[in-house]
């Protein structure tokens, strides 16, 4: 079973390094600049007392010569479309494509360009980023990928090609369900980190913080209900204790980029949630602020 992984960045050059790690056929679809990283110094991972590297094939998007079975698609929203171009001669009639961005509105835009059937709905819990040697870096221990057919068949055969390699796995049931819930914890997490410009742990040991934080998940989540996807329970719980707890060092892949002065996903992650609020009659003040904050954040940057 032959997968490609689109964008070597910090989740697919980390979940595609666990794969090639476990002996699966995996092939890197990747640009020139980090190509050459790759070829030179590896793919490496490193972080929480790990170091491992990697000399994983690389292919440009003008040597793709045949079709793969699956297609990981791991890049940043603002990319997506470029990418789609860069690897569709990679697309065959029984391709599959597993997107594992965050929010919801590429794989309509995948649906549109590649065909309902065979676009999977993805969520990944990892948290990695490049550091300035082009390792990915690991800044906590979680890793874990769910996926799940959106509406075809589930896709068992993906089963035994991901599951196993050091990361977990999950096929999902209600992919769409999931996918929602994972909005609303990295929605909030970002509204919460972004906006106060701090961690999860210094905005709730600052007076107020708590309040705030809990009430931008109350958004999200009333968001979700009314769009007909309601957080289980047990996630909101977990996710509003996530995003209140004292002394957390958690941030979002959001405020990473923010203080690194790179492009945010603004729409994908807060602006569509607050259109898709607006549209269902929901209230969201806070993260219309937030949006708002990032839209000026980015059109400095333009
Ligand atoms: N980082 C995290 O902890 C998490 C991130 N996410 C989500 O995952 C998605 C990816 O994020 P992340 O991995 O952090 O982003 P990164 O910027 O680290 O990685 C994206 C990679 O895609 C590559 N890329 C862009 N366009 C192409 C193309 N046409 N062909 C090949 N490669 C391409 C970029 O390479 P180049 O060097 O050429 O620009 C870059 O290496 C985002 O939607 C993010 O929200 C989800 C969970 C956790
Ligand atoms: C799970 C989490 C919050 C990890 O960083 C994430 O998805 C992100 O930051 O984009």
Redesign the pocket.
Known sequence: MKILVVGAGAVGGYLGGRLVQAGRDVTFLVRPKRARVINGRGLRIVGLGEETTLHPHTILANEITSTFDLVLVSVKAAALRSAMDDFAPAVGPDTLILPVL?GMRHVDELAERFGERRVLGGV????TTLDADGDILR??D?QSLTYGSRSGPPPDQLVGMLGGAGFETRLAADIIGEMWA?WV??AA??AVTCLMRGTVGEVASTPGGVEFARAVVAECAAVAEAAGHPVPQEALDGTRQTVTAPHSS?????Y?DLIRDRPVEVEEIFGDLVRRARQLGAPVPLLSLVTLNLRVYQGRRA
């Open positions: 965050n990944v819990v990892v948290s800044l906590a979680v994972k914890y990295i997490t970002g958690l941030t979002s892949s959001a990473r």
